[in-house]
């Protein structure tokens, strides 16, 4: 167990609607990271928080948006869905940026499965 | 930039045979390297790391890795590969300002008995 948790486990959604995935990091880590797992793309990098501000920004879409709230959990909100987002979403979470060289901590995924 | 590339994509090792998979990187800087496992169905877990010092690594599960600055390579060894080896590994480097980690597309591995 990573102490990371997200929600949901599961998701299944058409077309054109929006979804919210939830991540709650480990305790005490202050920095939150979203990647994208498809099977063509592998493990994208989509955004990293940092105590609330955004801190990097990778691959992700303008339809994609994320916040990092100040209980330091977050948000990955993704709209106006397309068949090619179904993927497997992770959160992830470390205890510093800016220099870290630190191992990021895993959530066990959010499957999105866009229809 | 940054990037990481693991040519096997999928690799058959019988148990009990030895193992070792490839990762080399692209980096500006001394990189911090790392290797996870994906078993099915759940999250990455970290096997080892590599900051500095001792370029020959130990990690959980009977793993090693040696980082060779002179081939930008990082390649994951087990002497004696155990059924429940069979997963997806990902080699990653990280060290950057921001502190995510790159990934490398993964390969996966299958053990026969």
């Known amino acids: 167990d990573s102490g990371v948790t997200q929600t949901p486990k599961h998701l299944i959604t058409a077309t054109g609607q929006r979804v919210t995935l939830r991540c709650s990091p480990r305790?005490?880590?202050?920095?939150v990271y979203w990647y994208q797992q498809s099977l063509d793309q592998g493990l994208q990098f989509l955004i990293q928080?940092?105590?609330?501000?955004?801190?990097a920004k990778g691959n992700i879409l303008e339809r994609f948006s994320a916040q990092q709230f100040p209980d330091l959990h977050s948000e990955l909100n993704l709209s106006s869905l397309e068949l090619g987002d179904s993927a497997l979403y992770f959160c992830?979470?470390?205890?510093?940026?800016?220099?870290?060289?630190?191992?990021?901590?895993f959530g066990e995924g959010s499957r999105l499965t866009v229809l | 930039a940054q990037s990481v590339t693991q040519p096997d994509i999928h690799i058959t090792v019988s148990e009990g045979a030895s193992l070792e998979l490839r990762c080399n990187y692209s980096?500006?800087?001394?990189?911090?390297l790392f290797w996870y496992v994906q078993s099915p169905g759940q999250g990455l877990q970290l096997l080892l790391k590599?900051?500095?010092?001792?370029?020959l690594v130990q990690g959980i599960k009977g793993f090693e890795a040696e980082f060779k600055r002179s081939q930008s390579s990082f390649n994951l060894r087990k002497p004696s590969v155990h059924w429940s080896d069979a997963a997806e590994y990902f080699c990653?480097?990280?060290?950057?300002?921001?502190?995510?980690?790159?990934f490398g597309k993964g390969t996966k591995l299958s053990v026969k008995p």
């Open positions: 990653a480097v990280g060290g950057g300002s921001q502190g995510n980690l790159i």
């Open positions: 980096y500006g800087a001394t990189p911090y």
């Open positions: 590599y900051f500095s010092g001792d370029t």
């Open positions: 928080y940092y105590n609330g501000e955004e801190r």
């Open positions: 992830a979470s470390s205890f510093r940026a800016g220099g870290n060289t630190g191992e990021l901590f």
């Open positions: 305790s005490g880590d202050l920095s």
